[in-house]
Each structure stands twice: as structure tokens, then as C-alpha cells.
């Protein structure tokens, strides 16, 4: 089976960088993906990792380290609108056939002025 | 970018009626779809893989004679949620994976049922 793990709840300060890690335990790792989640809404993609190292994508990068099991999204220059819930997701060589990904609780991150 | 739409985006309904959830992709062929639901201040929790032109694949403790799925086409796929009651009162997502390296889950817009 999978396990993800992850911080509740952050909070920062606008303008600010903060960091949401997230472990994973899985059998067969075949990537590491976050989600960007406003209340009510969808998710949207933000990241994908599938080898050690950082991924920069403007002002959010995503870090992975597969032999410690563990990520995590960057984000940085914070803005109010940043405000939201960042999801942590794994996808298992076991799952590649239908490729769905199992998500983490989620990290609810509130920016304050 | 793909685009993947879902409708309607809310529903109300009686307890013991049905609901029929719709979910296209836009721009991209899907053979799979995923459908999740998630619980407030909860994640998302994967229910079922919908194949097209197959049988779905339910995931452990979801009722397959409760939740309908049928992918009648390469962009279509529907969840009917039957004799609804209270506790499926929930924010159903679904999602399609674009093919593309990195390949990438686009999320419909969700659709929120409440059950009353």
C-alpha cells in the first residue's frame, strides 16, 4: 500500500518563502506530483518529480529524494492569493497501468499580510 | 492546455433519487478516467478508474452497484450515484491523464452533491 504524509496546516507571511514537506511510503515509486487546491474547487497541477533533485517553475520548485522517500514544494515571494491547500501526490509502478495517483491529506497554507 | 469539464458543477437532490454525473475532456482523447471524492477539509480519495469500451475498476469499499460508471466514448464518462443518501453528500472530482511526458491529471472543475 501507500502512505503519504504531510503537515496540516502552515502559515506565512506575505512576500515570504515557505517550505511544505511531505514523506512517502509506497511499493514501486513512479512519480511525485503537488496540487494546488482552493477551497471549493479543483486541483491544479504544479509540479511532477520522477528523479532526485529540484524542479524550478517560477516562483515554486519541488524537491525529491527517492531513497529518503520524501519532497517538497517550494514556494516562494508568497502572495495572498497563495492561500490554499498544496496536495502531495504519489503514483506507484504498481498503478502505472491505470495511472491513477494517491493523495496526501494536504498542507492548508494561510498567507497573512 | 487540456481542459477537462464537469457537469453540473452542483446538484441538490431528495434522499433515494439518482444522480448523474458528466465529465468530458475537451481537447484530448481519454481511454481512462479517474473519479474521486473528497470529504470536506479531507483529501481526494480515489473511488474508480473508468476504462472506455470496459468494465470500471472500483477501488476497495466502494459499491459498484452504487456508483454507476459508464465511458460510453473516448471523451465522455459518467457517474450516476444511485438511491442517494446523506452521507454521499460529497465533492466529486474527475480526472483524465493527458497521455503526454510528464504525464499530468487534469481535474475537472468537481461537482458538489448534497443530498438532503
Known amino acids: 500500500g501507500q502512505n503519504i504524509d504531510q503537515p496540516t496546516e502552515m502559515t506565512a507571511t506575505e512576500g515570504a518563502i515557505v517550505q511544505i514537506n511531505c514523506t512517502y511510503q509506497t511499493s514501486g515509486f513512479n512519480g511525485l506530483f503537488w496540487y494546488q487546491q482552493h477551497a471549493g474547487e479543483a486541483p491544479t497541477f504544479l509540479s511532477y518529480?520522477?528523479?532526485?533533485g529540484l524542479e524550478e517553475k517560477g516562483r515554486f520548485s519541488s524537491f525529491l529524494s527517492r531513497s529518503k522517500g520524501y519532497s517538497y514544494l517550494l514556494l516562494k515571494e508568497l502572495q495572498m492569493k497563495d492561500s490554499a491547500s498544496y496536495l502531495c501526490a504519489v503514483r506507484s509502478t504498481l498503478d502505472t497501468g491505470r495511472r491513477a495517483l494517491t493523495f496526501g491529506s494536504g498542507t492548508r497554507l494561510q498567507v497573512q499580510p | 492546455g487540456a481542459v477537462v469539464s464537469q457537469h453540473p458543477s452542483w446538484v441538490i437532490c431528495k434522499s433515494g433519487t439518482s444522480v448523474k454525473i458528466e465529465c468530458r475532456s475537451l481537447d484530448f482523447q481519454a481511454t481512462t478516467m479517474f473519479w474521486y471524492r473528497q470529504f470536506p477539509k479531507q483529501s481526494l480519495m480515489l473511488m474508480a478508474t473508468s476504462n472506455e469500451g470496459s468494465k470500471a475498476t472500483y477501488e476497495q469499499g466502494v459499491e459498484k452497484d452504487k456508483f454507476l460508471i459508464n465511458h460510453a466514448s473516448l471523451t465522455l464518462s459518467t457517474l450516476t450515484v444511485t438511491s442517494a443518501h446523506p452521507e454521499d453528500s460529497s465533492f466529486y472530482i474527475c480526472s483524465a491523464p493527458t497521455g503526454i511526458k510528464p504525464e499530468t491529471q487534469y481535474f475537472g472543475p468537481g461537482t458538489r452533491l448534497l443530498v438532503l
Open positions: 518529480n520522477v528523479l532526485d
